[in-house]
């Protein structure tokens, strides 16, 4: 189909549905949003993984597993949409070190890094427990923000499937934030005040530069609808007010 054709069907309110003819732009952005979402999932679960049995308590570790096991089921429903496009589940899977990681002290910033296309805050190593429970509390947040456009998405099936997707990143949020009041009020701040000025400036950093291209695309096919800094502004404003209720600081990000 041409190209500006499906642009124009799109800004009409028309939704693409599985099986038919697109454009060669529309398909490599589609491709490309939902292959960061499935390697993005992938990365995360596998790190957390890891963490599970750090938790203080069988709760917790129930908790961590149970968001563990949603990370694979969210990567697996987009996935399986990626079957449209020539993608073989298994052979997918087994083509990535999900676990892998890179030094915590680098400084990525946007740049695009490694063989897989998650978001490079799913390059960095987790540090414990605390750790652990600050990262997943920041960044359910922004991932309850980048797929709560998804919904709405140009394409169908994505659509459909974000749908339920963002209700359990909206549960991981609820979680995080209880968690971390939890450990809170057994330990103090000091801790977990180290880690979100660790991870804070590197979740930001997953909302992308202002000048991306790609998010003009994105939002030239109608996958998503705001720029990077009206979604990275959404996340401060909802995430600092969750750190303002744990006693915590908000960080000052250059």
């Known amino acids: 189909m041409d190209d ?3 642009i124009e069907r799109i800004a009409n309110g028309e939704k693409i549905q599985a099986g038919e003819e697109i454009s060669s732009g529309y398909r490599a952005e589609l491709m490309r949003l939902m292959v960061v979402f499935v390697d993005s999932e992938l990365a995360g679960a596998a790190g957390f993984a890891e963490q599970i049995n750090e938790g203080p308590g069988l709760r917790e ?13 969210h990567a697996e429903k987009v996935l399986t949409l990626l079957k449209e496009f020539g993608i ?34 799913f390059h960095y190593p987790l540090q414990g427990w605390t750790d652990a429970l600050v990262m997943n509390a920041l960044m359910a947040a922004a991932s309850g923000i980048q797929l709560k456009e998804l919904r709405n998405a140009s394409y169908a ?98």
């Not at 990525?108 to 490079?120: A, I, M, T």
């Not at 003009?216 to 959404?234: S, W």
């Open 157 to 254: 099936p994505l659509a459909d499937a974000m749908r339920e997707i963002a209700e359990g990143e909206s549960r991981h949020a609820e979680l995080g934030e209880r968690g971390l009041q939890d450990l809170i009020d057994r330990n103090g701040t000091d801790a977990a005040q180290v880690a979100v000025e660790y991870w804070y400036p590197k979740v930001a950093a997953t909302f992308g530069r202002a000048d991306s291209q790609h998010n003009d695309r994105f939002r030239a096919y109608g996958l998503i609808t705001k720029t990077n800094d009206q979604r990275l502004n959404e996340w401060e404003g909802l995430v600092n007010d969750v750190l303002t209720r744990l006693g915590l600081n908000v960080p000052e990000v250059a």
């Open 88 to 121: 073989d589940n298994r052979l997918y899977i087994a083509s990535h070190a999900w676990e892998a990681r890179l030094s915590r002290y680098l400084d990525l910033g946007n740049r695009r890094v490694g063989g897989d296309k998650r978001l490079n805050v």
């Open 61 to 73: 570790r129930q908790v961590a597993a149970q968001i563990v096991a949603d990370k694979f089921d």
């Open 4 to 6: 500006k054709k499906l």
